[in-house]
């Protein structure tokens, strides 16, 4: 796990065993979804044999096409799921005119190897540099293109990190949900599987919003990082990088909450979504700049501690 397809095989582990947790939850589920139609059958016939209806064998068709539908979607879970999540990501790749598909969302590493290859020439510059006295007069020029690497590829991480969540979210969702599905057998009790159902849209528009995002920003960032191949990155180029990576990333970060927008009715993107990203970078560079600060006060400390001992002695 020394490479960034980590965060890949992450994925497939986890996917691996959310599949199995439809199987290993069907005969449970199978028992369930027997108690509430025997529950909602008996019921049902008891107030048609108690009541004045006169069509009560069009109510018995309706009710039983009702639970044929729904023994259909628990049968056929899984596979359900999955032809949403094929459908939303496909939508949102051919959106997007990439060169993605369906598997690769769910290779978020591949998202951050674009990062860091894009931010690596920065680090190559930054490298080249160094030296003795040379440093000394490109301390500045080192400490902005070390800068601006550590942005670009905290941004790629986490725009890669988000892929993952969103993935995984609808997954886990798909999974809980069929837990619940059966609960629409019984009128008391569909609330439960309504909310269900509604949610696994709203994921999956998720989904579809990420992949839109990822396809366009990936496919645009790797031809303006290819562009610099073979070139010394300046400290132009190397804010135009941190500026086109925080863009990505504050689609990646808030661009999914179209998704709540969408079932709400009300816009979520604005001139906040721009602070919280720049505030988030801001933030990540404080604590960079912090974890720095505190090790060479250490070291001070260490030091004085080191001469306070020998002038003792």
Known sequence: MNDLGVIDRFMETFIRYIDSGF????????????????????????????????????????KVLYVGVFAFILNNFKNLADIVYRSFAGLGIKASAGNLSADNLLRPGRIAATGFEGAWPMLDQASQLLGFPEIFGNAL???????????????????????????????????????LVPF???????????????????????????????GIGSTLFGEF?????????????????????????????????????????????????????????????????????????MATSGGLAAIRAGTTM
């Open 23 to 62: 199987g290993l939850l069907s005969g449970d589920l199978a028992f369930l979804t027997t108690i509430l139609i025997g529950i909602d059958i008996t019921l049902a016939g008891l107030a048609w044999a108690l009541g004045d209806e006169t069509s009560v064998l069009g109510r018995l068709v309706r």
């Open 141 to 179: 020029t080192i400490f902005v293109l070390l800068m601006a690497w550590f942005l670009v590829i905290i941004a790629f991480f986490i725009l890669s990190i988000q892929l993952f969540i969103t993935i995984l979210e609808f997954k886990l969702t798909t999974l809980a949900g069929f837990v």
């Open 184 to 214: 629409a057998l019984w009128n008391r009790s569909a609330f439960l599987a309504e909310r269900v159902l509604g949610h696994v849209i709203s994921s999956g528009i998720k989904v579809m919003v990420l992949a839109v995002i990822v």
């Open 225 to 297: 990082a290819s562009a610099l191949q073979g070139k010394e990155p300046d400290l132009a180029g190397a804010m135009s990088q941190v500026l086109g990576a925080l863009a990505l990333l504050g689609l990646g970060i808030f661009g999914p909450g179209i998704a709540s927008g969408l079932v709400s009715g009300a816009p979520q993107l604005g001139a906040g979504a721009a602070l919280g990203t720049t505030a988030a970078a801001a933030g990540v560079s404080l604590v960079a700049g912090g974890t720095a600060f505190a090790g060479a006060r």
